[in-house]
């Protein structure tokens, strides 16, 4: 284990979006410095960190630069170039490590890690070309979805495949990506847990939300969610389980989906994640804190939540309530600076604390 960071070290974020600005946020708070490493002009995260690096990914010079001027670095998004990652592992201590980074960057290796841990996956199988994508239509179902392997993100990079569907043109579509076809799952309702492990192997998690999703795009997530006591307990500790296998540091997201049968990982995101924005208002120290120690060596804070929470993501046009919301005394507004309102854009969340003897569950 390394030695803890000092107040006044310098965090090094790799992506400059919305999370890299709450992360930088977070470390402000915890007496650091933060360095954003981000190629687009005027990034979220540009606003409130101490330094930036303006820089193309394949700048080797740009990186190596960067790492120097840090003691640690994270990341916001897990599609980061594995030449990148060569550099700056040369000269700073990447932080969660690159296992997690390989397994998540991959949707086919990242369910047969799952699968090795015992834990439930929705069927799937390796799609190269129509031949391929037929048999496993023939073997799940009609009903699936077809996603590329690497690089999808909210809805993107996938398509959901009907009875009519044509093989030949889905795969073209997909214009040569490898892809993963994934079978049919019956559930009544997806949540996920945002979990922390420090490098002492200290683990905790923060409690269950239920997430809604429109579009392929996170909308809501509410706490507390609905499970039983008993499926609270397998979410975290499967959970555990992901976080200890990858000797992770840091804050995770683990998307699940509630069925008869018992929760099944949808997918896992090795870093802060949207589903746990609740956090700044629900619990005393947040996922970005909540991380930031992690990377820094320091103990893990108390994620215990103090109140019921509805987090609604503002997207795109939702922008324009904003006059009514920061109205409403039980809203707490978080915006993230973006110039541009774009259809499907994040341009910020609200926590809306909600009294736990008036909410129905």
Not at 34 to 51: L, M, N, R, T, Y
Not at 76 to 81: D, L, V
Not at 167 to 180: C, E, I, K, N, T
Not at 222 to 242: C, F, G, H, K
Request: proline fraction near 4%; include cysteine.
């Amino acid at each position: 284990m390394h030695k803890p960071l000092s107040t006044g070290a310098t965090i090094g974020i790799l992506g400059g979006g919305q999370l890299g600005r709450m992360l930088s946020v977070a470390a402000a708070r915890l007496g650091f410095r933060s360095h954003i490493f981000e190629p687009g002009i005027g990034c979220p995260a540009s606003h409130v960190a101490d330094q930036l690096t303006t820089a193309s990914y394949t700048d080797t010079d740009a990186l190596q630069r960067f790492a120097e001027t840090v003691d640690v670095i994270t990341y916001e998004f897990e599609n980061i170039p594995t030449s990148a990652l060569d550099v700056l592992e040369q000269v700073a201590t990447i932080r969660p490590g690159r296992e997690a980074l390989r397994i998540s960057q991959d949707r086919l290796t990242e369910k047969d890690f799952l699968n090795s841990l015992g834990l439930k996956t929705a069927p799937y199988a390796a799609i190269d070309d129509a031949p391929a994508l037929g048999a496993a239509l023939n073997a799940f179902g009609t009903a699936a979805i077809l996603k590329t392997r690497r690089f999808g993100y909210d809805g993107k990079g996938q398509v959901r495949l009907q009875p009519d569907s044509d093989p030949q043109a889905a795969v073209a579509d997909l214009a040569g990506q490898a892809a993963l076809l994934e079978g049919f799952v019956d559930f009544s309702h997806e949540v996920s847990v945002i979990g922390a492990r420090g490098a002492d192997g200290a683990v905790c998690c923060f409690d269950p939300g239920e997430n809604v999703h429109s579009n392929g795009i996170l909308r809501t997530t509410t706490l507390p969610a609905r499970l039983s006591a008993a499926q609270r307990m397998d979410a975290v500790l499967l959970t555990a389980n992901i976080l200890n296998a990858l000797d992770y540091v840091g804050v995770m997201g683990v998307e699940l989906f509630v069925t008869s049968e018992g929760l099944i990982v949808n997918e896992i995101a090795p870093r802060v994640h949207n589903s746990g924005h609740w956090t700044q208002n629900g619990c005393v120290v947040d996922q970005f804190e909540q991380h930031i120690r992690a990377i820094a060596d320091w103990p893990l804070g108390d994620g215990t939540r103090h109140c019921d929470v509805v987090m609604e993501n503002l997207i795109g046009d939702d922008m324009g309530r904003i006059g009514t919301i920061v109205k409403d005394p039980t809203s707490a507004v978080h915006l993230y600076g973006k110039a541009e309102i774009k259809p499907g854009r994040k341009m910020g969340h609200v926590n809306r604390i909600v009294p736990a003897q008036t909410r129905k569950v």
